[in-house]
């Protein structure tokens, strides 16, 4: 009985805290009409909440009664999580705060290599973050580190890192200098779950990671569907050109061949943001290029209609410059399709910047909501 007495305490404590998030600004009187449950235990649990400085009391309203009601409203960055970005080239921080929101970047450039000066440098880079923003330890929840790498399902060890060469490599080296809790995150799932916390409507999607290297990521029911062996939605590896281009994998055919982003950024002098400059200004070899991009892009993204029957999601580097191309997508798409006229399941990402950075940090930040 006294179990089912404090998980109803608990229940009741995550549907005010979470109005809260949802509403901003409300009274008591508010909270027991929106949840219609008692006024003493709204107190109880707003008490609770304002000790544990997660909300504050943030002026009054008038009210018919003739004392005037006040209003609590909760602290968005009462708690913090960083999420890093580990590429070939590149490391990226980013502090993310309770809405899921971005308040810090600190982005270098440093070319990864599996050795402890490099471990000691992601601590520091941290340790960067965390003083730019002055923000007591006491905040933060955890480190989610994004890598382009398959992980195991207890989020500690590679078992194919085969673009950054570190199969094997584990959280225990990664995070040897980081004095927070941490977990590894493949960079697909990352930035796929940023998308699924943007749209809390989206159940289910599939998310591709249009960057550098090809990813993908399968959502169900809000969940990762990461397959039986953790290599669900890897869809750079599908062959769209029979024995066509060889791919890194040692493979041919596959869509990472075909539609990386470096294929666009070095065509331009190494800027994707050139690339997509001169394809505005309607220069003709950047057009063929991109339009072959396109054609190719179109037949991986009607084969996994095909297969799941979702919204598609176009995420990363390339997915970042679509807004000008996708009606041009949809079509290329559509005219694919077997069943369906058109292409509306097909989306932009809402994460421009930053995604599989801010998508490693998030599993911190939702498992401390649904807890509280």
């Known amino acids: 009985?006294?179990?089912?007495?404090?998980?109803?305490?608990?229940?009741?404590?995550?549907?005010?805290?979470?109005?809260?998030?949802?509403?901003?600004?409300?009274?008591?009187?508010?909270?027991?009409?929106?949840?219609?449950?008692?006024?003493?235990?709204?107190?109880?649990?707003?008490?609770?909440?304002?000790?544990?400085?997660?909300?504050?009391?943030?002026?009054?309203?008038?009210?018919?009664?003739?004392?005037?009601?006040?209003?609590?409203?909760?602290i968005s960055d009462a708690k913090v999580a960083i999420g890093l970005d580990i590429t070939r080239n590149h490391i990226t921080t980013v502090v993310v705060d309770l809405n899921g929101e971005i308040i810090n970047i600190n982005r270098r450039r440093q070319k990864f290599e599996a050795s402890d000066p490099y471990f000691r440098l992601l601590g520091d880079v941290i340790q960067e973050s965390i003083k730019d923003l002055n923000i007591d330890e006491s905040k933060i929840l955890g480190v989610g580190i994004g890598v382009p790498g398959l992980i195991t399902e207890d989020h500690q060890t590679v078992f194919y890192g085969k673009i950054l060469n570190f199969t094997g490599e584990t959280l225990e080296r990664f995070a040897q200098y980081i004095p927070y809790p941490a977990i590894l995150v493949n960079d697909a799932n990352a930035a796929g779950f940023s998308e699924i916390w943007a749209t809390p409507d989206t159940k289910n999607a599939f998310y591709i990671s249009l960057s550098n290297n090809i990813g993908g990521a399968v959502?169900?029911?809000?969940?990762?569907?990461?397959?039986?062996?953790?290599?669900?939605?890897?869809?750079?590896?599908?062959?769209?050109?029979?024995?066509g281009l060889p791919c890194y994998c040692g493979q041919k055919g596959c869509l990472e061949a075909y539609c990386s982003a470096s294929l666009l950024s070095d065509a331009a002098e190494g800027s994707l943001a050139q690339f997509f400059e001169q394809v505005k200004q309607g220069d003709p070899e950047k057009l063929k290029l991109w339009e072959k991009y396109l054609r190719h892009l179109s037949i991986a993204i009607n084969n996994i209609r095909m297969l799941?029957?979702?919204?598609?999601?176009?995420?990363?580097?390339?997915?970042?410059?679509?807004?000008?191309?996708i009606d041009t997508l949809k079509k290329l798409v559509a005219a694919r399709n077997t069943f369906e006229d058109h292409a509306d399941f097909l989306r932009i990402c809402n994460y421009k910047t930053e995604a599989i950075?801010?998508?490693?940090?998030?599993?911190?930040?939702d498992q401390f909501i649904n807890q509280i």
Do not use: W
């Not at 404590?13 to 009187?29: A, V």
């Not at 950075?357 to 930040?365: K, R």
């Open 1 to 74: 009985m006294e179990e089912k007495t404090v998980n109803i305490k608990e229940f009741n404590r995550n549907r005010i805290y979470k109005l809260l998030r949802q509403k901003q600004h409300l009274s008591k009187q508010d909270i027991v009409q929106h949840l219609q449950i008692s006024l003493p235990t709204v107190t109880q649990n707003l008490n609770y909440l304002l000790k544990q400085k997660l909300i504050a009391n943030t002026g009054t309203i008038g009210n018919t009664g003739g004392r005037n009601a006040q209003l609590f409203s909760y």
């Open 219 to 243: 959502y169900i029911r809000d969940k990762v569907f990461a397959g039986e062996n953790q290599k669900s939605g890897e869809i750079g590896h599908i062959t769209i050109i029979p024995d």
């Open 308 to 325: 799941f029957d979702c919204d598609i999601i176009l995420g990363g580097y390339v997915g970042a410059y679509m807004e000008e191309h």
């Open 357 to 365: 950075a801010a998508g490693a940090a998030l599993p911190f930040i």
